[in-house]
């Protein structure tokens, strides 16, 4: 079964300070999916990224970056000079690869980061 | 707006009623999703539609969840004989393609509590 965990729950850091948010996952599949996530106070789940298992580039967008691992089976997620309106919950996700299945995402239990003025 | 659209936002109901949550997808996605979020937890997958195939209904938790969608596009999930336990954010998301490449675009979800 595939099965994505992230260890910590909540985080609280003072703002312009860099945070790591960890995720590993589990799956058999060779072919598979990682995603991020945010979900603001206001509730609706905000896309960040998606990285494909054949791809372990890591990836930097502003002040947000990632880094995929194959070896340790983790997809982290760091943030740069946290601000204050970074605070929200993340979720990473793993796709469910199969005909039927589709763009179907499991997901971990989430990260509540408070970026504290 | 051009987003998921998601109805009611907020439904507060005794046990034992019935309720209906509503979910308007972005106009053309083919796929739809709902997922529950309890207090402090993960998004827990409920059920699966993508265009005129059979839903995948799996993570549905019991026979009193269904969910229908009409005409391929606005979804109805309904949970009969509503329980406490039940309450928790219904989230509804679309998504344009059936590969598991494809990014969900979801509502800002219904919240139930159930007294």
């Known amino acids: 079964a595939q099965k994505v965990t992230q260890a910590q729950t909540e985080i609280s850091v003072v703002e312009k300070e860099d945070v790591t948010l960890d995720c590993v996952y589990e799956?058999?599949?060779?072919?598979?999916?990682l995603f991020w996530y945010k979900q603001p106070p206001s509730g609706e789940l905000v896309f960040l990224i998606r990285r494909n298992s054949f791809d372990e580039q890591n990836e930097i967008s502003g002040r947000y970056s990632w880094n995929f691992q194959k070896s340790t089976s983790s997809f982290n997620f760091t943030i740069t000079a946290s601000q204050v309106v970074d605070s929200a919950v993340y979720f990473c996700?793993?796709?469910?690869?199969?005909?039927?299945?589709?763009?179907?995402?499991?997901f971990g239990e989430g990260t509540q980061l408070t970026v504290n003025p | 707006g051009a987003g998921v659209s998601q109805s009611p936002s907020n439904k507060v109901t005794e046990k034992g009623k019935d309720v209906e949550l509503r979910c308007d997808p972005i106009s053309g996605h083919t796929a739809l999703y709902w997922y529950r979020q309890s207090l402090g937890q993960g998004l827990e997958f409920l059920i699966y539609?993508?265009?005129?195939?059979?839903?995948?209904k799996s993570g549905l938790p019991s026979d009193r969840f269904s969910a229908e969608r009409t005409g391929g596009s606005v979804s109805t999930l309904t949970i009969q004989r509503t329980q406490q336990e039940d309450s928790a954010v219904y989230l509804c998301?679309?998504?344009?393609?059936?590969?598991?490449?494809?990014?969900?675009?979801f509502g800002e979800g219904s919240r139930l509590t159930v007294l």
């Open positions: 539609f993508q265009g005129n195939s059979a839903p995948d």
């Open positions: 998301a679309s998504a344009s393609t059936w590969r598991p490449t494809g990014e969900l675009f």
């Open positions: 799956t058999r599949d060779t072919t598979y999916y």
């Open positions: 996700a793993l796709s469910e690869r199969g005909e039927t299945s589709g763009s179907r995402l499991t």
